[in-house]
């Protein structure tokens, strides 16, 4: 801010100088020139009254005549030249070329010349210059002096407001401002104190609004987390104690996600990925959506390599599969296919439907909050929630295609367990039928990540070695040889 005020004030004085100093400039050397005129005029007229009187007087003009005048100039280099009956007397040293000269002619018919060299006009045009140097100077010295204090006045009281605002977002401003003697500055500085004041507040009254519903849900979750954990134990029965155990595990991955969301304000660091099984996590997917696709009569499938360990954070990822699930449900139609596919560097999770697709205004601002299709009940946080969580693991989730709708989950591929998964069993009692996944060698994985279709069961030649997950499947590992 100092240095912009400071240019800005020497550009201002630079101008006026220029624009006022050169006009002043060129006057005040015609005025040099034209008072050296008129001093060569009042020596000739000297001269015209001298050599009158001696020609009334009868006596010659002579040298020392002319000369007399002449010493009587001290700042004056002159040559005088009379020319009376054809005879020329001369006095003062040669003029030299160019010289400026006055001439008249007497009344005795004498004519007289009055030179002044050009050496002396440069002379007393160079005194000239210098002043009108020293005078820009000055100004400009003056200038300066003023755009540094006026830099300092204005500088000072900007730092201590910037100071001001940073002490408010660390929650340290605590004394009143200070006026600095500009109103402009004091009225920025009054706003932005009121503004922290009613923002602290606000932050207090969110925060109290957080522990408060973290209590109120905490109460009930720990009360059907305990009632689960009866029921589980006390029934006989394999299917009740199957959905009893898929809802203990929604219960607690929904206490995650609740305590995420109140502390995750509180927190100033990121979150630190790990080790994700991408496969457990769409398992536990399958389950917890099968039911939901069933009474909607539609089909949720699910492809997953055998082994698909990304770098990322369980909750937090388990959410956005979950999210982009959930809206191919309400929105999409026909069968929603959840396709893995991975190579040593990335892994991307596509998720589609057989539906309409998406408007393509629509597509391109569906992951800005608030943004939600026209005949949409929700609210429009759901998918840029969910692009923040999976930018966070260091990822991103992206629109692939707006027709059919497809959307991929991009991550960092992290070392799985290849060599002992080599099968699957599935349970699909209490409406999942049961098969065993192939087992042999693992085949090698797609290098190539860009959207592809869908197709049931294992991919096509030469691609990952998918096993389709059927509505409610329950994945068990099968335990690792020992031979």
Do not use: C
Not at 178 to 204: F, Q, T, W, Y
Not at 368 to 384: C, D, F, N
Not at 429 to 444: E, V
């Amino acid at each position: 801010m100092r240095q912009r005020v400071l240019q800005a004030t020497i550009i201002t004085v630079l101008l006026a100088v220029l624009m006022l100093g050169i006009p002043l400039g060129y006057s005040w050397l015609q005025l040099t020139r034209q008072n050296l005129t008129n001093d060569a005029n009042v020596i000739l007229d000297r001269v015209r009254v001298d050599t009158e009187a001696r020609l009334q007087e009868g006596r010659p003009i002579d040298e020392a005549l002319l000369q007399r005048r002449i010493d009587a100039q001290s700042d004056l280099n002159l040559s005088v030249s009379v020319v009376y009956e054809g005879t020329t007397i001369s006095a003062g040293d040669p003029p030299g070329d160019d010289a400026v000269r006055t001439n008249t002619t007497g009344a005795s018919g004498q004519q007289i010349t009055v030179y002044i060299p050009q050496s002396d006009v440069r002379a007393h045009t160079a005194s000239a210059w210098v002043l009108i140097t020293v005078a820009g100077m000055s100004a400009l010295s003056i200038g300066v002096s003023v755009a540094l204090w006026q830099a300092q006045r204005i500088s000072m009281p900007l730092a201590r407001l910037a100071r001001r605002a940073e002490e408010m977002g660390a929650g340290r401003a605590r004394g009143s401002w200070k006026p600095s003697g500009i109103a402009e500055i004091d009225d920025v500085a009054i706003e932005l104190s009121r503004s922290g004041a009613m923002l602290n507040e606000r932050l207090e009254a969110e925060s109290r609004l957080a522990s408060d519903a973290s209590h109120q849900l905490r109460t009930p979750l720990t009360a059907l987390s305990m009632r689960l954990d009866e029921i589980l134990a006390t029934s006989s029965e394999e299917w009740v104690r199957e959905e009893a155990r898929i809802s203990l595990e929604q219960i607690d991955r929904l206490t995650e996600v609740v305590h995420d969301l109140i502390n995750a304000p509180r927190s100033s660091q990121r979150r630190t990925p790990g080790v994700v099984e991408l496969r457990t996590v769409l398992t536990q997917q399958s389950e917890e959506w099968s039911p939901a696709y069933r009474r909607a009569q539609r089909e949720l499938r699910i492809q997953v390599p055998r082994s698909a360990a990304v770098w990322g954070s369980a909750g937090p990822l388990t959410q956005v599969i979950a999210t982009l699930i959930e809206n191919a449900l309400a929105h999409g139609g026909g069968r929603t296919t959840v396709k893995v596919r991975r190579n040593e560097h990335s892994t991307v999770v596509e998720v589609s439907d057989e539906g309409t697709g998406i408007d393509p205004e629509l597509g391109a601002r569906i992951f800005e909050r608030s943004v939600s299709g026209r005949s949409s009940q929700g609210t429009g946080v759901g998918l840029a929630l969910a692009r923040t969580l999976v930018e966070d693991d260091g990822g991103r989730l992206e629109l692939l295609t707006e027709n059919p709708a497809t959307f991929g989950v991009f991550l960092i591929s992290a070392p799985g367990d290849e060599g002992g998964d080599d099968g699957a069993d599935v349970d699909l009692r209490g409406g999942r039928s049961g098969r065993r996944a192939r087992s042999g060698r693992p085949s090698r994985t797609r290098a190539d990540m860009t959207p592809s279709g869908v197709s049931g069961g294992r991919h096509a030649a030469g691609g990952d070695d998918l096993d389709t997950l059927p509505q409610g499947s329950v994945v068990r590992r099968r335990p690792r040889s020992r031979s």
